[in-house]
């Protein structure tokens, strides 16, 4: 059984930065692409970044160049640095990691970013 646990939301004003991180429990997430969502509240749930076993990387247009995201294997942790904060971009995050058509999930962590 996979848990993944995020960490790093908040409450920041526009143009702020937060760093955004999720532990997976075991070292199997090490060998596996990562993702991050996020979900704000009344819309789906969509697919902000992901990062491959070899961290080659993918963003969403509404935040390319203000987003990054990066894992550190040995702590079995995938981080999203996000930049340049804007309203739209809050929402709850949450880290994915798919194994065999299996999606796991974390709790997520609330991103709140005011005017």
């Known amino acids: 059984q996979v848990q993944l646990v995020e960490s790093g939301g908040g409450l920041v004003q526009a143009g702020g930065s937060l760093r955004l991180a999720c532990v997976a429990s075991g070292s199997i997430a090490s060998h596996k692409t990562m993702r991050w969502y996020r979900q704000a509240p009344g819309n789906q749930r969509e697919l902000v970044a992901t990062?491959?076993?070899?961290?080659?990387?993918d963003y969403v247009d509404s935040v390319k160049g203000r987003f990054i995201i990066s894992r550190d294997n040995a702590k079995n942790t995938v981080y999203l640095q996000m930049n340049a904060l804007k309203p739209e971009d809050t929402a709850v995050y949450y880290c994915?990691?798919?194994?065999?058509?299996?999606?796991?999930w974390g709790k997520g962590t609330l991103v709140t970013v005011s005017s």
């Open positions: 994915n990691l798919r194994i065999y058509a299996v999606d796991y």
């Open positions: 990062i491959s076993s070899g961290s080659t990387t």
